[in-house]
C-alpha cells in the first residue's frame, strides 16, 4: 500500500491483474527466484530475442535489473483527444487515425532518419512524421489503425509516441501477460523514452512483463524504515513509478526508490568508513603518555576554539586505536587546522615515530614550514623539508634521518612519494589540499610505513565542504569540522566593483600602504591570452609599476616561476619589502601575512565560489581587519548572482552549500574538486533532504543492530554490491 500526507493510495489498478478488470482471461506472470533475479537476462522476457537483446545492451540494459530501474523521466496526462482536421499549431494532442499509405524518406544529413505516413479519420488527412525511428515502417501497412501523439508542425504531424490498434486484443492478451496501460487509458503515464532503435512502447511492454514479476524480488529495505518515513514497498513503488495510477503516487513512488539508492549507496560508504579491508590492515596505536603535545598545546600564544579541541579530541581517539585513520579535517579559512596538524604529528614523534606533512606545491610547503617552525621553536622535535628544490646535501640529509627510523616530522611536496624516500617508522600522514593529489599518490605515502602497517592518514581541506557532498563522494573518511573562528579574527569586507571604477579602486590599495599595510592583486592569468580577454598577472605587474603603483614595490608570483624565484617572491612579501604583490590563485591557501589588509581581485567572475573565499581569506590575518574588492565587467546573471553571494556571505560553510545549488552536480570549486556522484534516479542536491534522511537512518539502524555484520543488513548489502562497485560507483 503506497501512503503519502497521512492516507493510503489504492494500489494501481494493475497491480496482479489485467489494467482492463478482465480479471480471468490472463495466464499467470513471469516469476523468478530473488536469487537470481538481478543477473536475470532480458532475454528472460517474452519477445526479447537475440536481435533485440543485443540492441538493449546497447542502450545500457542488459539484465532485469537494469530494466526495471530505467525509470521514465517524466509524467504526464494524456494529452487532448483531437481530429485531425480540428488541430492546431504546436499543440500537444493524440489523434486515432488509419494508415493510407508510409515510406522512409531519403535524407543528406548523417545520423537522421525519416519516415512519413499519410493518416485519416473522419475529418481529413494528414501527414504524421517519424524521426529516427526507420523500424516503424514495418507497422504503417495501410489500413491498420493506431493512435499518435505529438504536436502538428510545418512539416506535419510530428509523432512523439505511437501505440497499434488491433482487433484481437482481448486474445493476445489472453495468451500471454496482461498488456501494459496504452495510449487511450486516461491515467497520468510514464514518459518512457526511446533507447537507440528501441521505441517507447517496446520498453513500456518489456517493462510491464518485469512488474509482474516485481512482487518476487523481496524489499532490500526493513520494513520499520520503510514505516518510519512513510513509503511504500520496492515492488509498489516500481510499478507506480512505469505505470503511475495519479500524479501524486508516482511522485511518491520515485521518493521511495531514490531513497532506496542513496541508502544503499550509504551503506556501501559505511563499509569503507568501519575500514572494509583496512579493517584487516594493522597500524600503530599511538596513545602513550602525551609527554610533548600536552605542554606545547598549554604554552600556544592564543587559545583554542571548542571546535578544535573536539577536533583533537577525535583524531586522539582514531589513532590510539591498531587500525588505520582515515578522517578529513575540514575548516573555515584562518580557524586552525594547522594547529590540529601539529598536535597529532607531535603525538607521533612523543610516541618514538615519524610522520609526514605533504602539500600540492612548494609555497605552500615553505608556507608550513615557517608555521610549523615558529610554532615549535624551543622545542626538540627535528623538522626535515623535502621538496624538488632541496638541496642534494639537504635531500641526503633529509633521506638518511628517515630511512634511520628517527622520531621527526617531515615537510615536502610531491617529493616524498619518490622511491628512494623510505621511512624507518612513519606513523601518521597530513595531506593539505588533499582534493589536488590522485587517490593512487595519497595511497602511496601512507604505504611507507614499516612493512605489515599503513599510516594514520589526516586530510586537510581549507574548502569547506558541503554536507551533501561530504555524505557522498567523501563518505569513506570521517570528518571533523572547524566552523570558529579564533576570537578577535575579523570577517573581511567585501564590495563588488564596477572595471570602471578601477582608479578608485587602487586609490584605496595606496591608501593602506601609506598606513604601513600590504595588498594583493589577483590574475585569473598568467600571460595575455589572444583567445581570453583577462588580465595576466605577469603584464599587470608590469602595468602597475610603470603606473597606478610606480612609486611603490610591486612584486610578482605565479605557478610557472621557478621554486627559487617563487621564494624570493613571497619572502619580500613576508618581510615587507614588497607593498604589493601580484599573483595568481598560487597563494589561494596557506599564505599567511598578518600586515596584507587588502586585496583586488581582478575578473572575479572567472574564479569559482569557494575559490573567491579562499583568495579573500588570505587578508584581514592580523589586528587591523582587511578588505576584498571584487573587480567585474560581466553582465552574466549568473556571474552576477555568485559574486552578490561572496559579498554577503562572510561564512564559507555556508557558501559552499551556495556554490553546489549553483553549480549541480559539476565541478564544486574553482580549482579542482571531486563533484558530485551521479545516481540512476536521485538527482543531488536536488535530493539532499533525502540523502540526510538515509544517512540518519543508516546511522540509527547500525546503532541498534550493533554494526554491518546483523542479519539485517544481509540484504541490503547483497543489493548494495548489485548496484554500487567497492568504491562506491554506480556500476
Known sequence: MVVAAGRPIAPPPFAGGDPSGREGLLSAPVRWPRADAFERPLSALRGVGPTYEGLAAEAGVKTINDLLWRLPGTYADAPDRRLLGDLQPREQASVRVEVASSRRVRVRRRGLSVVEAIVVDDSGRRKAVWFNRHWVLDQLVPGRSLILEGRLEKKGFVVSDHQLIDDDTVTTAACGPPRPPGLEDEAPRARHSAGGEIGPARWRRWVWQACQAAGDLGDPLPSRLLAGRRLPAASDAIREAHFPSSQESSAIARRRLAYEELFLHQVVLAGLRSNGSLRR?????????????????????????????????????????????????????????????????????????????????????????????????????????????????????????????????????????????????LSLCVIDEEHRFGVRQRDRLDRKAPRGERAHVLHLSATPIPRTLSLTSYGDLEVTAIRQLPSGRRSVETRLVDEADRAEAFQEVRAEVARGRQAFVVCPLVEESEKIQARAAGAEAERLRNGEFADLEVGLIHGRMSAERKQVAMSAFESGKTDVLVATTVIEVGIDVPNATVMVIEGAERFGLSQLHQLRGRVGRGEFGGCCLLMSSSGSPTAQRRLSALVSEPDGFRLAEIDLEMRGEGEVTGTRQSGLPRFRLARLPRDSELLESAREDLDRLLGEEGGLDAPVFGPMNQVARHRFDRTGAIR
Not at 293 to 322: C, K, N, V
Not at 357 to 378: F, I, K, N, W, Y
Open 281 to 425: 590492515e594493522r597500524a600503530t596505536a599511538i596513545d602513550g603518555i602525551p609527554a610533548i603535545s600536552a605542554g606545547w598545546l598549554e604554552q600556544l600564544p592564543f587559545r583554542l576554539t571548542d571546535d578544535q579541541r573536539a577536533g583533537i579530541e577525535q583524531i586522539g581517539a582514531d589513532i590510539g586505536r591498531p587500525h588505520p585513520m582515515r578522517r578529513l579535517l575540514m575548516g573555515e579559512v584562518g580557524s586552525g587546522k594547522t594547529v590540529i596538524a601539529i598536535w597529532a604529528m607531535l603525538r607521533a614523534v612523543e610516541s618514538g615515530r615519524q610522520a609526514a606533512l605533504m602539500a600540492p606545491t612548494e609555497v605552500l610547503a615553505d608556507q608550513h614550514v615557517s608555521t610549523v617552525s615558529r610554532l615549535l621553536r624551543g622545542s626538540s622535535v627535528k623538522v626535515g623539508v623535502l621538496t624538488g628544490s632541496s638541496s642534494p646535501a639537504e635531500r641526503e640529509r633529509v633521506l638518511a634521518s628517515l630511512a634511520s627510523g628517527e622520531p621527526s616530522i617531515v615537510i615536502g611536496t610531491h617529493a616524498l612519494l619518490e622511491k628512494p624516500v623510505e621511512f624507518g617508522g
